[in-house]
């Protein structure tokens, strides 16, 4: 699948830009890798050695060229400081669907990043041709998750038991939507 080109300005909203993912955020993966649940949702070992970290940073740059969305690094605009990551998946996007994910350090929580890098990221979503619905799919015992995404206009819809994540093993999900306004 061929994808928009890569932004041409980083998305932005208040106090963060999404920028491409690059070998200095080695230590942000790697703070990254020491929450538990990080590992379990994507390609990122628990505790990564920063080997394991340059590899999945790797992994992320080749997202958007092997068609499978946007790789963002989020970074404060205060002074670029990578903070978190997020991605726009597009498996559906011919269906007019993506889906979204987002992870700040943990040293960096409750600082209002992650809202941030959602608006960014949802604001980055209707640039695209044809993308109608963003999903992020939240665990039920995540509750900050679930403010973020209200804060960052997501609408919780409904439960799901098979929503499988990157290990293969399924869970339950909480389901939240933005969809584009017409205008």
């Given amino acids: 699948m061929t994808l928009s080109p890569w932004p041409s300005r980083p998305p ?25 649940y990080v590992p379990e949702t994507g390609s990122l070992p628990f505790n990564a050695s920063v080997d394991d970290a340059l590899a999945w940073i790797s992994r992320q740059q080749g997202r958007h060229s092997e068609g499978a969305g946007f790789s ?18 597009l ?3 011919e269906a007019g669907l993506a889906t979204a994910g987002y992870a700040i350090v943990p040293s960096q929580r409750r600082c209002g990043y992650a809202a941030d890098a959602l ?8 640039t ?3 993308l109608a619905r963003i999903l992020l799919h939240i665990e039920p015992w995540n509750i900050a998750s679930q403010r973020t995404a209200e804060r960052a206009g997501y609408v919780r819809q409904e439960a799901t038991a098979d929503h499988q994540i990157f290990n293969g093993e399924t869970r339950e999900m909480l389901v939240y939507v933005a969809d584009r306004l017409e205008t």
């Fill in 91 to 93: 498996k559906d996007v």
């Fill in 12 to 36: 932005a909203h208040g106090s963060v830009l999404l920028r491409e993912v690059a070998p200095d955020d080695v230590g942000m993966a790697r703070e990254l890798s020491t929450d538990p």
């Fill in 72 to 89: 963002f690094t989020v970074a404060s605009v205060a002074d670029d400081q990578a903070v978190g990551h997020c991605g726009l998946w």
């Fill in 128 to 130: 695209l041709p044809g």
């Fill in 119 to 126: 608006l960014a990221l949802t604001g980055f979503g209707w």
